[in-house]
Antibody
Framework: EVHLVESGGGLVQPGRSLTVSCAAS????????MHWVRHAPGKGLKWVAG????????GYADSVKGRFAISRDNAKNTLFLEMKSLRADDTALYYC????????????????????WGQGTLVTVSS | SSELTQDPTVSVALGQTVKITCQGD??????TSWLQRKPGQAPLLVMS???LRPSGIPDRFSGSRSGNTASLTITGAQAGDEADYYC???????????FGGGTKLTVL
């Protein structure tokens, strides 16, 4: 059974940095692309970043490009999201999400399929 | 960039059929997946690709697509189906991942 367990969330001041992590188990981690998706209070789901099975291929939402960095340690089955220059509108529950393919930006007609989600880690940006 | 548009709220009487729709230019090129999110729970994949139900999802859930509109149909809605439903696909211009704004389903 797939398990995704996020950690590292908390209260952080605007302009500061925070890194959240996701420990994965129950599947061959380096066979799959992984993503971060966030859910802000009162808002809908928003894709944040994606990474292919290896670290070289990553992508970001426009709202976080240049401030956030996604990475993975396949030896430790762990996904990371380093967040810098945090703003109040980054406040959200951050979910670690498993893709069904190995590439985050594939062109399959099947589109995007996220088959497993963690419970999320809450990041609150406030002074 | 592209967008996916959903009705914010939909209601259905217990045991009746309801269709939740998602509209966007990308959907003419990519299939849509659908996620169910209940309060306090992680999102759950309920439909993907071309009407493919993940293991454990009841067959009262079905999916379809016509042009740039995708639909999730729940036949014989139950109280436990009350949740927020999100469509998800890919931006044809940027290849980024898109979510619809979500539809809150109320079962009366």
């Amino acid at each position: 059974e797939v398990h995704l367990v996020e950690s590292g969330g908390g209260l952080v001041q605007p302009g500061r940095s925070l890194t959240v992590s996701c420990a994965a188990s129950g599947f061959t981690f380096d066979d799959y692309a992984m993503h971060w998706v966030r859910h802000a209070p009162g808002k809908g789901l928003k894709w944040v970043a994606g990474i292919s099975w290896e670290n070289g291929n990553v992508g970001y939402a426009d709202s976080v490009k240049g401030r956030f960095a996604i990475s993975r340690d396949n030896a430790k089955n762990t996904l990371f999201l380093e967040m810098k220059s945090l703003r109040a509108d980054d406040t959200a529950l951050y979910y670690c999400v498993k893709d069904i393919t190995s590439v985050w930006n594939g062109h399959s007609e099947q589109g995007v399929i996220f088959d497993s989600w963690g419970q999320g880690t809450l990041v609150t940006v406030s002074s | 960039s592209s967008e996916l548009t959903q009705d914010p709220t939909v209601s259905v009487a217990l045991g009746q059929t309801v269709k939740i729709t998602c509209q966007g230019d990308s959907l003419a090129f990519y299939h849509t997946s659908w996620l169910q999110r209940k309060p306090g729970q992680a999102p759950l994949l309920v439909m993907s690709g071309n009407n493919l139900r993940p293991s454990g999802i009841p067959d009262r859930f079905s999916g379809s697509r016509s042009g740039n509109t995708a639909s999730l149909t729940i036949t014989g809605a139950q109280a436990g189906d009350e949740a927020d439903y999100y469509c998800c696909s890919r931006d044809i211009n940027t290849n980024a991942v898109l979510f619809g704004g979500g539809t809150k389903l109320t079962v009366l």
